[in-house]
């Protein structure tokens, strides 16, 4: 099959980028996206010009690396799936087909379609993590955890932080991926300890990396490659809250739990 | 102090407290508009409310100023998120697409701002009484005939319509959004809270509409 590319070409963090067409022919249905992209790249390559700069790692949609917002929806068209695991077939011959960055403030690009996702990392450095003494490891069932906690932190585990809730939103907020850490975390005992600290530090570090806000239009659940649900945002719109009235009235005794 | 800061400086405070506010609001559009329909039980039945209202006295003023109160913390809140949110992404998409966003959460903002111009536009007019001289000649207490003469114009009760329709569509996605914001998410929940904005939505717009309309068709003189 033919298609039409028009691809946001940008050769720097400080260059201004501009949207460039490039025809791709003889691509296989049976190909990923990103082999598309990689038989486009050769054809580039033998005729001299600066292949496309894209993300990418495992592609088995489970790394979170690929991105690629395709005619305006992060991971093109099918759902509940990642562009390395999306293929041409989902597309027609002579379509036109927009590849553009993660277009976020806060996700500055490199190159190209290549966006610096850093601010996810920052945000999970702020307090999406559990504090465990090192040592020798415990046993695997020592600590119980309810099947019903269990299957609903798996269900927000799942998350590959790929950023494609923030490409999404119309306010290129992270409140999916932000709300799928925190409640993750919050569902499960070894989580506890740092509760209220860690929603309260990693929604103040979503503020600080100049993401939008939340306004409930679900366009984040619609993209997500791993369909989390925005029941996670509405859990973590009850943590904070939780977490803002008890850091109002201290407990007695610090460290006492 | 720390937890008022949170509520009005972080991103899931500030969205509650539009969720708050905004729900007060609707609460007084739905006792506004209970009031308006006074008006079909005729003029001694409505302007006998209209006067009861005049002579809380004290309760009136209080009402007002948390109506108020309430009202400019709800549109500083949207100014400034909104901002915020466009703030966020510089750089607009070539290819804009909507997965499954309404237009009615689309568009809250112009709706919203909308209903702040109506809302001046509407104290001025029966409030104050400085928009029109019809009603400013009219006796002070007949609310009655004050909103007879006001729909009789077509224009103004068409620009009446006009808002009711920005206000429903702001209720259709705000009424069913702000139990979210408050972390209201629940699998027995979400069928009412999803139907509950359109519900809303059409009963406010509706019960508001029909009364210029009447007026304009001749059933209240």
Same mark, same amino acid.
Request: with cysteine; aromatic share 10%.
């Given at each position: 099959?033919? &298609?039409?590319?028009?691809? !946001? *070409?940008? /050769?720097?963090?400080?260059?201004?980028?501009?949207?460039? %067409?490039?025809? =791709?022919?003889?691509?296989?249905?049976?190909?990923?996206?990103?082999?598309?992209?990689?038989?486009?790249?050769?054809?580039?390559?033998?005729?001299?010009?600066?292949?496309?700069?894209?993300?990418?790692?495992?592609?088995?949609?489970?790394?979170?690396?690929?991105?690629?917002?395709?005619?305006?929806?992060?991971?093109?068209?099918?759902?509940?799936?990642?562009?390395?695991?999306?293929?041409?077939?989902?597309?027609?011959?002579?379509?036109? &087909?927009?590849?553009?960055? !993660? *277009?976020? /403030?806060?996700?500055?690009?490199?190159?190209?379609?290549? %966006?610096?996702? =850093?601010?996810?990392?920052?945000?999970?450095?702020?307090?999406?993590?559990?504090?465990?003494?090192?040592?020798?490891?415990?046993?695997?069932?020592?600590?119980?955890?309810?099947?019903?906690?269990?299957?609903?932190?798996?269900?927000?585990?799942?998350?590959i932080g790929c950023g494609a809730c923030v490409a999404a939103c119309k306010n290129a907020s992270p409140m999916l991926f932000v709300a799928a850490k925190v409640s993750q975390l919050s569902l499960l005992p070894q989580g506890k300890p740092e509760r209220e600290k860690r929603v309260l530090a990693m929604v103040d570090q979503m503020k600080a990396e100049g993401f939008g806000n939340c306004t409930n239009q679900y366009e984040c659940e619609a993209a997500c490659p791993k369909e989390i649900s925005v029941e996670h945002i509405a859990r973590m719109n009850r943590e904070y809250f939780r977490a803002a009235a008890l850091e109002e009235s201290p407990k007695e005794g610090h460290g006492g739990e | 102090m720390k937890l008022c800061h949170r509520l009005f400086q972080s991103s899931v405070g500030a969205k509650m407290l539009m969720a708050i506010t905004g729900l007060m609001l609707t609460g007084f559009v739905l006792v506004?508009?209970?009031?308006?329909?006074?008006?079909?039980?005729?003029?001694?039945?409505?302007?006998?409310?209209?006067?009861?209202?005049?002579?809380?006295?004290?309760?009136?003023?209080?009402?007002?100023?948390?109506?108020?109160?309430?009202?400019?913390?709800?549109?500083?809140?949207?100014?400034?998120?909104?901002?915020?949110?466009?703030?966020?992404?510089?750089?607009?998409?070539?290819?804009?697409?909507?997965?499954?966003?309404?237009?009615?959460?689309?568009?809250?903002?112009?709706?919203?701002?909308?209903?702040?111009?109506?809302?001046?536009?509407?104290?001025?007019?029966?409030?104050?009484k400085i928009v029109s001289p019809e009603i400013s000649a009219l006796a002070p207490g007949d609310a009655y005939a004050m909103v007879v003469t006001g729909f009789s114009s077509p224009a103004v009760s068409g620009f009446y319509i006009l808002a009711m329709a920005a206000l429903s569509a702001h209720l259709r996605h705000g009424v069913s959004?702000?139990?979210?914001?408050?972390?209201?998410?629940?699998?027995?929940?979400?069928?009412?809270?999803?139907?509950?904005?359109?519900?809303?939505a059409s009963i406010v717009f509706f019960g508001f509409s029909s009364i210029p309309l009447a007026v304009l068709m001749g059933a209240i003189k």
């Open positions: 099959m033919d &298609i039409t590319l028009h691809v !946001w *070409r940008q /050769k720097n963090a400080k260059s201004q980028g501009k949207m460039e %067409v490039i025809e =791709g022919k003889n691509i296989s249905e049976d190909s990923s996206f990103l082999e598309m992209l990689d038989t486009v790249n050769e054809t580039l390559q033998e005729s001299g010009v600066e292949p496309i700069a894209f993300d990418h790692d495992c592609r088995e949609g489970i790394c979170g690396m690929c991105s690629l917002v395709i005619n305006g929806e992060p991971h093109g068209p099918e759902y509940g799936t990642t562009t390395c695991q999306l293929h041409m077939r989902s597309f027609k011959n002579g379509q036109h &087909i927009f590849i553009e960055p !993660w *277009r976020a /403030k806060a996700f500055p690009i490199l190159r190209d379609l290549i %966006v610096d996702r =850093g601010a996810f990392d920052r945000i999970q450095q702020a307090g999406g993590f559990v504090s465990v003494n090192v040592g020798s490891p415990q046993d695997a069932n020592c600590i119980p955890v309810p099947k019903q906690d269990a299957d609903k932190a798996f269900d927000a585990a799942v998350c | 506004h508009m209970s009031g308006n329909l006074i008006l079909y039980a005729g003029p001694e039945k409505f302007n006998a409310y209209a006067h009861g209202i005049k002579s809380l006295g004290a309760l009136l003023w209080l009402m007002r100023g948390g109506l108020l109160a309430t009202f400019v913390l709800h549109v500083y809140l949207a100014i400034k998120l909104t901002i915020e949110n466009k703030a966020a992404r510089p750089v607009p998409y070539a290819y804009e697409a909507t997965i499954q966003a309404t237009a009615a959460s689309r568009f809250m903002i112009h709706t919203g701002l909308m209903m702040l111009v109506f809302v001046i536009y509407h104290l001025a007019h029966y409030t104050f959004s702000l139990f979210q914001s408050l972390g209201l998410y629940h699998g027995n929940l979400n069928p009412i809270t999803e139907k509950l904005g359109p519900i809303v």
